[in-house]
């Protein structure tokens, strides 16, 4: 994770101590009833990371959505028209699907990845944030020679859907995400300023060396983010 990174190089930004969990390791306690629940994943996050309260707890829950649903060519590439954003243009190659389709199917794995947040957002003993996921890079050919690990993993090498397809859904995941996070009430944080360039993809100097997330340069400015605003952050209602 590249924040845990960048904490691991840098120390605390500004003095601000933030701890770093994964829930995944304790995402089979979600639904336990009493303290075994949320509360109790509360108090092993924090043995875990060494603290003993917070004062905002921050979700990266999900962000890998887009990445399952077309970040690579199936048997049958695809593209779509994002509303508001004509600029992206279609693919010649590829069937055209309607918006409300993959809308759809996209919508339904932005859900389940954050179906947990609502229960944590109810327990939480502190205000809790969601930070938007890292948008994707514009050179499918290095996106090509840096898949990740986990294509790897999993038969033959794919080819990578081209850099417009590839925005348009990460575009589509952040409108989704936040409308989830609008109706449960907690604050979506976009990503920090200075990272994308004009389009909208992530800018050079924060891709890291599997081509789907951050490097630890990115992590540092989510850091930062967090430190310079956490006054702010933590005045959001619980």
């Not at 060396?209 to 989510?222: E, F, Q």
Request: hydrophobic share 40%.
């Amino acid at each position: 994770m590249c924040m845990k990174k960048s904490l691991a190089a840098d120390g605390p930004p500004d003095g601000v101590l933030i701890g770093i969990g994964n829930v995944n390791d304790h995402k089979d306690r979600i639904a336990a009833p009493g303290a075994g629940g949320v509360p109790g994943i509360v108090s092993a996050l924090f043995e875990e990371v060494g603290l003993t309260h917070a004062d905002l707890w921050v979700s990266r829950m999900g962000g890998s959505e887009q990445v399952a649903v077309g970040w690579v060519d199936g048997d049958r590439p695809f593209d779509f028209t994002l509303p508001g954003r004509d600029d992206l243009g279609l693919r010649g190659d590829a069937e055209i699907l309607p918006f409300q389709l993959v809308h759809a199917v996209l919508a339904r794995k932005v859900s389940g990845s954050l179906s947990h947040l609502r229960r944590i957002h109810a327990d939480c003993p502190a205000p809790l944030i969601h930070l938007e996921s890292p948008p994707p890079i514009a050179d499918t050919s290095y996106a090509q020679d840096h898949l990740d690990v986990w294509f790897k993993q999993h038969g033959a090498t794919p080819k990578v859907a081209p850099a417009a397809l590839r925005l348009k859904l990460w575009l589509l995941q952040t409108r989704l995400a936040r409308a989830i996070c609008d109706d449960i009430g907690v604050r979506y944080i976009v990503s920090p300023p200075g990272v994308q360039d004009k389009r909208g993809f992530l800018t050079r100097e924060f891709w890291s060396a599997d081509a789907t997330h951050g490097n630890i340069a990115y992590g540092r400015m989510c850091n930062r983010y967090l430190a310079e605003h956490a006054a702010s952050l933590i005045g959001v209602p619980a």
